[in-house]
């Protein structure tokens, strides 16, 4: 598939993302960019990644909307459509609507397919790391959230963005994406130094909370 076909697909899927957040049209760009990273070391089919990777969030902002329930579900009838339109070949729009459809790894979903699997650990790995860090207090500075609350225990679970401060969700969400639940040994690789960097930041957090430092 040339180039001007992702440019393109990119032009065209625009307006269905938020313009700030962490699910901006750049977290899809990191997820793309991780795919194609994977992909190449994992020797995976990069057509089917790219698309899937820039697809798979596109119904994000209806479910963020309360329109739909699951964007990734939704998403994969929406990416389908589009495909069709731009007359991608049909062989591998199946393959891609899978990407889409299980890419939620929080809902105990199966990858079938090694590109699958990649768009899943793509995904994982941009809520890992210092960029997970900035997403988590853009999040909680666009909904108001408290920083930290210290009267309350860690080990709640939260549903979508909430947690009763940010670094409570650290604990509810990003820690519990750790390097083994990876699906390809590429991906655990990275996750290993991306988890040690959110573990160093909360140490850091706490000391300084803490007027220890």
């Avoid at 969030?57 to 929406?78: P, T």
């Avoid at 105990?108 to 210092?130: F, P, V």
Wanted: hydrophobic letters at 35%; one cysteine or more; charged letters at 35%.
């Amino acid at each position: 598939m040339k180039d001007n076909f992702f440019k393109e697909l990119k032009e065209k899927i625009q307006s269905n993302f938020e313009e700030g957040g962490s699910h901006a049209f750049d977290h899809t760009e990191r997820v793309y960019n991780l795919g194609i990273k994977i992909g190449k070391e994992e020797k995976a089919d990069l057509e089917i990644i790219k698309v899937a990777a820039l697809l798979h969030d596109i119904a994000r902002l209806k479910e963020d909307n309360n329109e739909i329930e699951c964007h990734a579900e939704h998403g994969g009838k929406m990416a389908k459509e589009i495909l069709e339109q731009m007359n991608f070949p049909k062989d591998k729009i199946k393959e891609i609507v899978h990407c889409i459809e299980v890419h939620r790894h929080s809902k105990g979903l199966i990858a079938k397919s090694k590109e699958a699997k990649i768009i899943q650990d793509a995904d994982r790995l941009d809520a890992l790391g210092a960029i997970t860090i900035g997403r988590m207090f853009s999040t909680g500075g666009k909904i108001n959230r408290p920083l930290y609350n210290p009267e309350i225990p860690f080990g709640k679970i939260y549903k979508g963005y909430y947690s009763d401060s940010t670094i409570h969700g650290f604990y509810a969400k990003i820690l519990k994406i750790t390097p083994n639940t990876f699906n390809t040994k590429s991906a655990k690789k990275l996750a290993k130094g991306r988890y040690k960097f959110v573990e160093k930041f909360l140490d850091q957090f706490f000391k300084e909370w803490k007027c220890e430092l």
